[in-house]
């Protein structure tokens, strides 16, 4: 099983998948993302990618919840999370599932399609489609992201590549989109003035 092969990778690994599965959760790495932001917004070369990918994540976020509240699965750290939130001891709620390595917050929400994965995926195709070279440093860190979230103990690989397809699904929707409505809205006026 992928799940159990990569939740058992070597635990030296840790703090590198820890970062790229709880790092956003820290003002330090929040303030990097914010200031990569404000310079990819400053650069005009991708700009339009960039605001794309802004407004694309947090609606691929919003499409891994809803997929989750109507479709609920269980991450591979239900049972123990269950366990835990109702108050048995964190060796016992671990032995519920021996062979589970939980190096994260334990989670007993719906785990349907991952919304980090959808997140990181949904920025790296609207740089990628917006023919930035952010898109492949980006594309690194979804990869990557999502890796961690199975070989952290909260998502299994199908949950994981759900998310990635909600992401980049999102960000093509958004970027076709707003390619479109920028093509009508410069062809209005050569067809305005041909008319006269």
Same mark, same amino acid.
């Given at each position: 099983? &992928?799940? #159990?092969?990569?939740? =058992? ?15 956003? @959760?820290?003002?330090?790495? #929040?303030?990097?993302? !914010?200031?990569?932001?404000?310079? !990819?917004?400053?650069? @005009?070369?991708?700009? %339009?990618?960039?605001?794309?990918? !802004?407004?694309?994540?947090? %609606?691929?976020?919003? /499409? ?8 609920? $699965?269980? #991450? ?7 366990? /835990?939130?109702?108050? $048995?001891?964190?060796? /016992? ?8 390595? /939980? ?19 949904? %920025? ?6 917006? @023919? ?10 979804? !990869? ?5 979230? &199975? ?26 989109? =707003?390619? =479109?409505?920028? @093509? %009508? #809205? ?11």
């Amino acid at each position: 099983m &992928i799940f #159990r092969w990569v939740n =058992h990778w070597p635990s030296e690994w840790e703090p590198f998948f820890w970062f790229f599965s709880e790092g956003n @959760k820290q003002w330090g790495v #929040r303030g990097l993302f !914010l200031g990569l932001a404000i310079y !990819l917004i400053w650069n @005009k070369a991708t700009r %339009v990618a960039t605001l794309r990918g !802004l407004a694309a994540f947090p %609606v691929a976020n919003a /499409l891994t919840d809803a997929i989750k509240f109507g479709f609920p $699965m269980d #991450r591979p750290c239900a049972v123990v999370a269950r366990a /835990l939130d109702g108050g $048995m001891a964190r060796e /016992l709620a671990m032995k519920l599932d021996p062979e589970l390595i /939980l190096r994260v917050p334990h989670t007993a929400s719906s785990g349907t399609a991952s919304a980090h994965a959808a997140n990181t995926m949904a %920025v790296a195709v609207s740089l990628l489609l917006g @023919k930035s070279p952010w898109g492949w440093v980006w594309l690194f860190v979804s !990869l990557v992201t999502g890796i961690s979230r &199975i070989y952290n103990g909260v998502h299994y690989p199908g949950q994981v590549l759900l998310g990635w397809v909600c992401g980049a699904f999102v960000a093509w929707v958004i970027g076709t989109t =707003h390619a =479109h409505w920028v @093509k %009508v #809205r410069t062809s209005r006026p050569a067809a305005a003035s041909s008319d006269q």
